[in-house]
């Protein structure tokens, strides 16, 4: 099964509305990235977790290695936050493998 | 600041060629490097990391081949490519937080 699942698969918002994105693991997940993926395929680097809480601007994330999940709040959606988020974990420490999970296709709307 | 740049942008390869991807890392010494694949609409898979020089693990068989000869270069190579080579192939660094290159766009015909 999915190492990393992640959900929803697609979201459509609202501009100015909020949403929640999220993460559940099946492995002992050491530390948490976010990633944004443009329409070009670049990622760009949200958020580097870990075990706890960060938040940058609209946008806050959250990693609970215990319960084995992690969370991407978007607050106050804007236009150009439109693309594939992506979370990724570390399987264990120094295992050099950083598991993603499936995306999540966010269109806002204006 | 570090920069990686990924070579070629994009290729187009017939089947049955052979295949050559590089990736540079400047600004930080003695990176940890990944090579990852993405299929049209699909999540990242790992394919090969690095944490030395001349030093290559392979995650995943996907007939392809990897090489570090310099301590900030990676090679992503085929003798023989397949159709299901196609994709968009992704170079990356840490140290602890990864970050990716822009990216190869690979078409096998």
């Known amino acids: 099964g999915d190492k990393v699942k992640q959900s929803p698969s697609a979201l459509s918002l609202q501009e100015g509305t909020n949403s929640a994105l999220r993460c559940n693991f099946s492995?002992?997940?050491?530390?948490v990235q976010w990633f944004l993926q443009n329409p070009r395929g670049s990622l760009m680097n949200l958020f580097y977790?870990?075990?706890g809480t960060k938040e940058n601007g609209r946008l806050k994330s959250a990693f609970d290695s215990k319960e084995s999940y992690s969370t991407l709040h978007i607050r106050d959606a804007q236009l150009e936050d439109s693309g594939t988020y992506f979370c990724?974990?570390?399987?264990?420490?120094?295992?050099?493998?950083?598991?993603f999970g499936s995306g999540t296709q966010l269109t806002v709307m204006p | 600041a570090q920069t990686i740049h990924q070579w070629p942008v994009a290729e187009i390869k017939a089947v049955g060629s052979p295949l050559s991807l590089g990736c540079t890392i400047k600004?930080?010494?003695?990176?940890?490097l990944y090579w990852y694949w993405q299929a049209t609409g699909g999540t990242l898979q790992q394919l090969f990391y690095?944490?030395?020089?001349?030093?290559v693990e392979s995650v995943v068989q996907l007939n392809l081949s990897a090489s570090r000869p310099k301590d900030d270069q990676f090679i992503l190579s085929t003798e023989k490519l397949l159709l299901s080579h196609s994709g968009f192939y992704l170079c990356?660094?840490?140290?602890?937080?990864?970050?990716f290159g822009k990216g190869t766009r690979l078409t096998v015909v």
């Open positions: 990356a660094w840490s140290t602890r937080e990864v970050f």
């Open positions: 492995i002992a997940a050491t530390t």
């Open positions: 977790l870990v075990p």
């Open positions: 990724a974990a570390e399987a264990s420490s120094g295992s050099w493998q950083l598991i």
């Open positions: 600004g930080k010494s003695s990176p940890n």
């Open positions: 690095s944490i030395t020089v001349g030093q």
